[in-house]
C-alpha cells in the first residue's frame, strides 16, 4: 500500500477499533528508539524516530515533548515545590538541591526534524515545546526525528542511578517522550511530583551497553537467544554451551505494543526468574543478592493473583510482565514494575501488597490509560480497590465482608485533621502530599465500594469488567464508568460522583429513637447529620435472634437496589430527618443498626445503631 492508502487504512480501522466509544479518538504513535548508554559516566546518546499519527479533528501547530530528567536539578520546580509543601516526599526532601553536575539528570536536544523541517523549539523546565512549520492537519502523520544527549540522575525518585538497594539502572521516565493531546487539548505539566499520561503505540527500542549488564524491562526482548548465556536460558529457553563470544558491548532490542509508555532497569547482578500463566510470561528480575527465597513466594503468590485478576476484572492482554527490583518503592509501568526488593524478606506481606499494587496497576493506568493528573483517584482509587480484594482471596480466601477496611480510616483520619481536598483538585495542585494520597488512594477506592453499597457487588464487579472491555488501550474518564454502572443498574448515579469527587462532604446517618409505630409495627426515627446522602441498610435483630433487611431509598438513584429487603418509604434528599415504618412488631425488636458492616464511608458511627439493653 502507498502511504496515503495506509494511513486511510489505519484510520478505518481505528474507527472500527472504537466504534463501540461514539465520538472518542485519541492519538496513535510509534517509537523507534536506540541509546547508547555509557556505564562509566551514566550519560547516553539517544536518537529517537517517531511516527505520530493525528487522529483529532485538529489541526496542530505545536508539538509538546517531556524531557522528565530536567526535573532532577537544583532549582526544578520538582526541587522547588519539594521544600515547600509542608509535608514533602521523603525521598525527595531537599535531595535535589544538592545533587552535583555528574549527579543530575538532564536531556539536551542536539536534532530535532519534524516532516524533514528543522521546527524551532522551546525549553522550559521538563517540557519542550515545538512551533511547527508547516502544521499538522487531521488524519495526517507526522515524522519526527530526534538526537540528544542525556544524563542519567543519581536516583531521587522512581528514576535514576544507583537506588538504595544497590541497583545500577532504573530507567523510567528516561528519553523525550510526546505529550498527549485529547479532547482536552495538549496535557502540558511539568514533571513537579506526579502522575503520568501518554500516547498509545508501539514501542521499538534498541538499548547498546556494556555486555555484563542484564536489562528487564516493558516490551518484549527480541534478540535474547544472542545474549549472554543467564538471558538466553531465560528468555530464549535454549540451553547455552558455555558463554557465547564477548563483545565489549551487546545492544538489546525489545518491542512493545499498544502501551503508553516504555521503562527499563539494568544491572550486571540481575538475576531471573521465569514463571508462566496461560500465554503470558512473566518475569521476576532481582539482584543476585537479594532474598532467593522470598521472592520465589512472592512470584508463586503473583502467578496467583494474575489468576484471579484474568477471572475477576478482566484479561491481562500483554505477553508478558515483569516485577523488577529498582526505583524507590513501587512504580508501575507498562508490562512491568520497578520495586525495592529486601521488603520480601523483612515484610512479606507488606510487600507482597505493594507487588499486588503495583502488577494491578497494568489493568488499571496499563490498559486504562486514566489521566493521571485529573484523575489520579481513579488511576490509585481503582488499583486500590482490587488490590485490597485481590490480597483478601490470596490470603484470606477472599471472606472479608469488607477488604476495604483501611480505606475508610485513612479517610476519616483525613477528615479529622481537615485535610481533605475534592478530588477535583488536579494530582499536582493539592495543598498536602496527605491530602494527595489519601483521597487519590483511599478515596478512590472508596469511590467502587461506596458504589459497590449502592448497585450491589455482583452489579459493580460485571461494571468494571465492561469498562475494561470497553475502553482499553485508551483513556476513559469517570463518566465513562458510570454510565455503564448506570445501565447495568437501572440507577442513576451521577450525583454520588459528583458529589464524592467534586466536594467534601461527608456522609453521617444517625439512629434517633426506636419506638413502637401502631399495632404490629415499628417506627424508626432516623437522622442525617451530614451533607452527603445516601440510601441506607438497616439491621433489625429480633429477641428470638433473627435478622431482617431494611433498606430507605433515596430519590436520588430513582429505583432502590434489589434485594432481600423490606423496603421503606423513598427519603428524599431534601429532607434532614425521616421516619422509617417497618413491620415488625416493636416487642420482638432486640437490636437496629444502620450499615453494620461499615460498607458506607459514615463518618461517625457512634450513632449507628440500637439495642433494647440501652433503652432501660
Ligand atoms: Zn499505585
Request: glycine content about 8%.
Amino acid at each position: 500500500m502507498n502511504k496515503k492508502a495506509l494511513i486511510a487504512a489505519a484510520i478505518f480501522l481505528s474507527g472500527l477499533l472504537h466504534g463501540q466509544r461514539r465520538g472518542y479518538w485519541q492519538q496513535y504513535i510509534d517509537y523507534n528508539i536506540q541509546v547508547r548508554l555509557n556505564v562509566e559516566d551514566n550519560t547516553f546518546s539517544g536518537t529517537q524516530s517517531i511516527r505520530y499519527q493525528n487522529n483529532s479533528p485538529d489541526t496542530l501547530n505545536t508539538l509538546f515533548f517531556h524531557l522528565y530528567f530536567n526535573a532532577f536539578a537544583p532549582g526544578s520546580m520538582m526541587d522547588e515545590r519539594s521544600q515547600s509543601l509542608p509535608d514533602p516526599d521523603r525521598r525527595v526532601g531537599n535531595r535535589i538541591s544538592g545533587l552535583k553536575r555528574d549527579e543530575i539528570g538532564y536531556h539536551r536536544i542536539e536534532k530535532l526534524e519534524v516532516n524533514g523541517n528543522s521546527p524551532a523549539f522551546d525549553i522550559q523546565g521538563t517540557l519542550m515545546r515545538v512551533d511547527l512549520t508547516e502544521p499538522i492537519v487531521p488524519g495526517a502523520v507526522a515524522e519526527v526525528q530526534m538526537s540528544y544527549q542525556s544524563q542519567v540522575p543519581k536516583q531521587i525518585r522512581r528514576s535514576g542511578r544507583d537506588n538504595k538497594e544497590g541497583v545500577e539502572y532504573t530507567m523510567t521516565q528516561w528519553y523525550p517522550k510526546m505529550a498527549e493531546y485529547s479532547d482536552r487539548g495538549w496535557h502540558t505539566q511539568q514533571y513537579v511530583n506526579r502522575e503520568f499520561f501518554g500516547v498509545y503505540g508501539n514501542y521499538d527500542v534498541h538499548i547498546t551497553l556494556d555486555s555484563d549488564y542484564v536489562l528487564a524491562g516493558t516490551g518484549v526482548l527480541q534478540n535474547a537467544c544472542d545474549l549472554n548465556q543467564m538471558v538466553a536460558e531465560v528468555y530464549c529457553r535454549k540451553e547455552v554451551d558455555g558463554l557465547p563470544p564477548t563483545e565489549p558491548e551487546q545492544t538489546w532490542h525489545f518491542r512493545a505494543e499498544r502501551v503508553h509508555d516504555f521503562a527499563w532497569a539494568a544491572d550486571d547482578d540481575f538475576v531471573i526468574q521465569h514463571e508462566k500463566i496461560d500465554s503470558t510470561d512473566l518475569y521476576f528480575v532481582r539482584l543476585n543478592s537479594t532474598d532467593r527465597e522470598s521472592w520465589e513466594v512472592m512470584a508463586a503468590l503473583t502467578v496467583r493473583m494474575f489468576e484471579l485478576m484474568n477471572k475477576e476484572f478482566g484479561r491481562y492482554p500483554y505477553p508478558q510482565f515483569s516485577v523488577i527490583q529498582g526505583g524507590d518503592g513501587g512504580m508501575e509501568y507498562p508490562m512491568c514494575t520497578m520495586v525495592l526488593g529486601n521488603g520480601a524478606k523483612d515484610n512479606p506481606t507488606g510487600f507482597m501488597g505493594l507487588v499486588v499494587h503495583e502488577s494491578v496497576h497494568s489493568w488499571y493506568y496499563g490498559v486504562l490509560g486514566f489521566d493521571e493528573q485529573r484523575y489520579p483517584w481513579m488511576d490509585e482509587g481503582f488499583t486500590t480497590y482490587a488490590e485490597d480484594v485481590m490480597m483478601d482471596m490470596i490470603f484470606n480466601e477472599g471472606k472479608k465482608i469488607n477488604p476495604h477496611s483501611s480505606s475508610y480510616r485513612s479517610y476519616n483520619y483525613l477528615r479529622s485533621k481537615g485535610w481533605q481536598e475534592p478530588l477535583t483538585t488536579p494530582a499536582d495542585h493539592f495543598s498536602r502530599n496527605r491530602s494527595y494520597s489519601v483521597g487519590s488512594y483511599s478515596m478512590g477506592s472508596l469511590y467502587l465500594s461506596q458504589l459497590e453499597y449502592i448497585v450491589g457487588k455482583e452489579t459493580l464487579r460485571a461494571s468494571l469488567r465492561a469498562f475494561y472491555q470497553k475502553w482499553k488501550f485508551a483513556h476513559p474518564g469517570p463518566d465513562d464508568l458510570l454510565r455503564i454502572i448506570e445501565k447495568k443498574s437501572g440507577m442513576q448515579l451521577h450525583w454520588f460522583s459528583d458529589l464524592w469527587t467534586g466536594t467534601t462532604q461527608g456522609i453521617d446517618y444517625a439512629l434517633d429513637d426506636v419506638r413502637s409505630g401502631g399495632k404490629e409495627m415499628t417506627a424508626l426515627s432516623l437522622k442525617r447529620n451530614g451533607d452527603f446522602p445516601m440510601p441506607l441498610e438497616i439491621r433489625i435483630t429480633t429477641i428470638h435472634g433473627d435478622t431482617r433487611w431494611i433498606y430507605v431509598p433515596t430519590d436520588l438513584t430513582t429505583i432502590p437496589k434489589k434485594g432481600n429487603y423490606t423496603y421503606a418509604e423513598v427519603w428524599p434528599w431534601t429532607r434532614v430527618s425521616q421516619q422509617a415504618l417497618i413491620p415488625v412488631p416493636f416487642r420482638e425488636i432486640q437490636e437496629v443498626e444502620i450499615d453494620p458492616y461499615g460498607w458506607m464511608a459514615d463518618t461517625d458511627r457512634s450513632n449507628n445503631d440500637w439495642t433494647k439493653e440501652k433503652e432501660k
